[in-house]
């Protein structure tokens, strides 16, 4: 239990530290999305319960901070209600994205890293991507321009170069609270893991 | 997948449903909770831009520092005199504009406003500032910026999100659009930023000219004031080009306000004492109106 009150307080710390993160004009105005990569990386280390609680927890918070009501035209005419991206549409995406990353789970378990590092990036630029999406439907016409695709690749590549970081830290951190990430072997595989030793 | 896991996930969608339904005043009774709580660290980022921002300037001499501030104190003397008899214009403007009973709105009401966050959506082009609705800020409320001798418009208030902070929607952003007119020509239409603004300084389309438009590149673009929302007679930005189609016409416009330099702003604040003239005045005259029409 502990482990997951540090888990809480860095998920807390990383909304701390993303208003400090500049948006790069040069980079088509991508940024390093810290909570969506800490997320990420926390979803690959946790069963699916608790993957789903903190889902729900960080997508309230990312919404409460950065939701904007900006309505579609179909509003005004009393068709739809919500905002172009409702709040609580982050929650549904990090519950997504973290239901595909939970899928590289057993891969980093066994202390192989590559593919978790890449869905970290991969599953932070389709967040980004599903919301261009949702945004494009309400407002008809879609547009791809090479802006948007340099744009979803910079931030890929801006949570990729963090996230080892981020697993050799929750890895850290679970030795220190004796949790248990890393096995040898899948041997228990219908059980449940994460019990303390 | 474990009959436990299928039960967090019915109860992690029914929990998401709920909170998708929250009503709008839920909403931002949520955000404003969310912005007292990070207020210390929205507030110690825009110091910290603040202060790089001054590290990446070129570092001058004290002789040249001294040179910059008394021309800066002699600059600062002139704009407040200024201040001063803009003020007064303004008040005795007011004044004569009530005097007339215009029915159109009265000159406007500033309040200025510092930037505290750039751009802190993903998808959207705004902008946080310090001033709420203690300030008396509203949504929908104009936002401009000196451009030369015009009010640049910057955008919009799209949320307001404490007691001292708001949302700013740029101008450089779909969502925010403006009726705007060629100047010295009868052409109107609607102008507007681009999706995602990708682009570190994106044009802005003007949407709707007539089919034959057709004005020299580098003619000013204000907004026309048809909609109300906006004030006519802002500065939007210069024409660059004009493409025809078989309907209308539609124009790129480069903006007239750098907003990657924007530091302060001000606020068009909405006239509420010639609103509830208005008001009172209009029941008035339906009073005055009745008995004619009874007599008829």
Not at chain 1, 62 to 85: C, K, N, S, V
Not at chain 1, 91 to 108: A, S, T
Not at chain 2, 18 to 40: D, H, K, N, S, Y
Request: hydrophobic share 50%.
């Amino acid at each position: 239990m502990k482990f997951f009150g540090v888990l809480i307080s860095l998920i807390a710390l990383s909304f701390i530290l993303q208003e400090f993160v500049p948006v790069f004009y040069w980079a088509y105005g991508s940024r390093l999305l810290l909570v969506h990569a800490v997320f990420f990386a926390i979803a690959v280390a946790v069963p699916f319960p608790a993957m789903l609680g903190l889902a729900l927890l960080t997508g309230f918070i990312w919404d409460a901070r950065y939701h904007l009501p900006i309505y579609p035209p179909e509003a005004m005419q009393g068709i739809f209600t919500q905002a172009e991206l409702p709040f609580g549409f982050t929650i549904l995406i990090f519950g997504l994205m973290g239901l595909m990353i939970q899928g590289v789970r057993p891969l980093f378990r066994l202390g192989r890293w590559e593919l978790p590092v890449f869905m970290i990036g991969l599953c932070t630029t389709l967040s980004l991507l599903i919301e261009y999406l949702v945004i494009s439907f309400h407002r008809g016409g879609l547009e791809i321009p090479a802006e948007l695709c340099w744009k979803l690749l910079m931030t890929a590549m801006f949570s990729s170069l963090i996230s080892p970081f981020l697993l050799l830290l929750l890895n850290r951190l679970a030795d220190r609270f004796r949790y248990r990430i890393r096995m040898k072997g899948l041997k228990r595989r219908y059980t449940y893991d994460g019990d303390a030793i | 997948m474990s009959r436990l896991n299928i039960v967090f996930l019915i109860a992690f969608a029914g929990l998401l449903i709920w909170i998708t339904l929250f009503q709008p005043e839920a909403v931002a009774t949520i955000q404003r909770g969310a912005m007292v709580a990070f207020r210390p660290f929205i507030r110690a980022s825009s110091e910290v831009e603040g202060a790089l921002g001054a590290l990446g300037s070129e570092a001058l001499s004290p002789a040249q520092m001294r040179r910059k501030l008394a021309a800066t104190e002699s600059a600062r003397d002139r704009l407040q005199l200024e201040v001063i008899q803009l003020d007064e214009l303004v008040k005795e403007n007011n004044q004569l504009r009530r005097a007339l009973s215009y029915k159109e709105k009265s000159p406007f009401e500033l309040i200025a406003a510092r930037v505290i966050t750039r751009k802190p959506s993903n998808w959207y082009s705004t902008l946080v500032i310090n001033k709420g609705r203690l300030d008396g800020v509203a949504v929908d409320s104009p936002v401009i910026v000196p451009v030369g001798d015009d009010a640049g418009l910057v955008g919009k208030i799209t949320e307001v999100l404490g007691d001292h902070a708001a949302v700013v929607l740029l101008l450089t952003d779909e969502m925010c659009q403006v009726s705007a007119k060629l100047v010295k020509s009868q052409e109107q239409g609607i102008i507007n930023g681009q999706r995602g603004a990708l682009q570190r300084l994106p044009n802005l389309r003007l949407r709707y000219l007539s089919k034959e438009a057709n004005a020299p590149a580098g003619t000013k673009v204000m907004s026309s004031g048809t909609g109300e929302l906006f004030p006519a007679n802002l500065y939007l930005g210069e024409l660059i080009s004009i493409d025809s189609g078989i309907i209308d016409s539609e124009a790129k416009v480069r903006p007239g306000v750098d907003f990657d330099a924007l530091v302060d702003v001000f606020i068009i604040l909405p006239d509420l004492a010639a609103d509830e003239e208005l008001e009172t005045a209009e029941p008035e005259a339906e009073a005055i109106e009745a008995p004619a029409e009874t007599k008829l």
